[in-house]
């Protein structure tokens, strides 16, 4: 799988290299051109990924017993699925705290409002867009005591003023 990573990503970076490198020597001269050559390192990584696998694989048939022809199999599929749901399940359960404190901050009540704002401060990998029910909230709320607490708590969770939020 980091073979075919490194491939990817080397042949998405090919014509930028290849540009760089022929632009980089004609006009910046040898060091810019140079610099260029690093795009390269991606299809050189996948080359070594590759062939120390297939090393591997070649291996594995030597040492292995012959009952035993599924385990390099299950092996790839576990890490395919703990690769794949541990994120998942982590990206799942924070859109989840985020949700839950953001329909706290919007609740009646003064002591819920407070804990939600209180619990989303520690949120350091949400941005803007986690609040935008906050700014929905704000832009249609008549009271102007509720307006006011709804932009300070988006101030401090955000740094950033709810007037320049657009309400989308």
């Given at each position: 799988m980091g073979a075919l990573f490194a491939f990817a990503l080397g042949f998405t970076l090919f014509p930028f290299s290849l540009?760089?490198?022929?632009?980089?020597?004609?006009?910046?001269?040898?060091?810019?051109?140079?610099?260029?050559?690093?795009?390269?390192?991606?299809?050189?990584?996948?080359?070594?990924?590759?062939?120390?696998?297939?090393?591997?694989?070649?291996?594995?048939k030597q040492i292995r017993p012959k009952?035993?022809?599924?385990?390099?199999?299950?092996?790839?599929?576990?890490?395919?699925?703990?690769s794949m749901t541990i994120p998942l399940f982590a990206q799942w359960q924070t859109s989840r705290v985020v949700s839950e404190n953001v329909q706290l901050i919007l609740s009646g009540n003064k002591e819920m409002q407070s804990?939600?704002?209180?619990?989303?401060?520690?949120?350091?990998?949400?941005?803007?867009?986690?609040?935008?029910?906050?700014?929905?909230?704000?832009?249609?709320?008549?009271?102007?005591?509720?307006?006011?607490?709804?932009?300070?708590v988006y101030l401090e969770l955000t740094g950033q003023q709810i007037d320049s939020q657009t309400n989308d």
């Open positions: 540009i760089g490198l022929l632009l980089g020597i004609r006009i910046g001269g040898l060091i810019l051109g140079s610099l260029s050559v690093l795009g390269f390192t991606p299809l050189l990584t996948g080359f070594v990924y590759w062939r120390n696998g297939l090393r591997a694989l070649k291996r594995l009952h035993d022809r599924m385990a390099p199999g299950i092996t790839v599929a576990l890490g395919f699925v703990f804990r939600g704002a209180h619990n989303l401060k520690g949120a350091f990998w949400c941005n803007s867009a986690c609040y935008t029910d906050i700014v929905k909230a704000y832009h249609i709320e008549n009271d102007s005591s509720r307006r006011a607490f709804l932009a300070g």
